[in-house]
């Protein structure tokens, strides 16, 4: 009874998340290979980062660092950028934590699953991981690339 009186809550479905993300997890989460799946999607996601600056020279966490830091770009070191107003304290902050989540989610969920034997991660843990690179996913998507020229 209670469990009827309580608020719903809003659903994630997985298959809404960014392509980036739920293309190459989604058979793997059929097979309930959780930690795999996550691992693919964050793979996938680094990859496209890669495609889109061009680059391949450091590994995810730096080259998030890198993209989204707000100095401006240098020879062969190009940088994604939110549209808008530079100069406003929300920009700034859109940017920041998109550097931090990004670097954040390849620090936090990838390298634990692609450095761990076995994480014991249930269905709706590694749902929100996925959901973490769905967002990443999109903010790249979303940035446009600034270079020096």
């Known amino acids: 009874m209670a469990a009827f009186l309580r608020p719903r809550g809003p659903a ?7 392509p980036w993300v739920w ?13 795999d799946a996550v691992l693919a999607a ?12 061009g680059r391949h020279d450091v590994g995810e966490t730096d080259l998030c660092m890198q993209t989204f830091d707000m100095k401006e770009p240098v020879d062969g ?12 304290p929300s ?6 934590g998109a550097k931090y989540t990004s670097a954040g ?5 990838r390298n634990l ?19 973490t690179f769905s967002l990443v996913a999109r903010w790249i998507e979303e940035c446009t690339v600034e270079t020096t020229s």
């Not at 964050?42 to 600056?53: C, D, G, I, P, S």
């Not at 070191?77 to 406003?88: N, Y």
């Open 23 to 35: 293309e190459p997890a989604a058979p793997l989460w059929a097979a309930e290979a959780y930690q």
């Open 42 to 53: 964050a793979r996938t996601v680094n990859r496209r980062l890669q495609q889109k600056l």
């Open 113 to 131: 699953a692609a450095h761990e034997d076995k994480v014991n991660w249930s269905q709706q843990e590694a749902l929100e991981y996925l959901a």
């Open 77 to 88: 070191k190009p940088r994604l950028r939110f549209t808008g107003d530079r100069s406003t």
């Open 91 to 96: 920009w700034r902050a859109r940017q920041d």
């Open 105 to 109: 989610a390849f620090l936090a969920i």
């Open 12 to 18: 994630l479905a997985a298959d809404t998340l960014h």
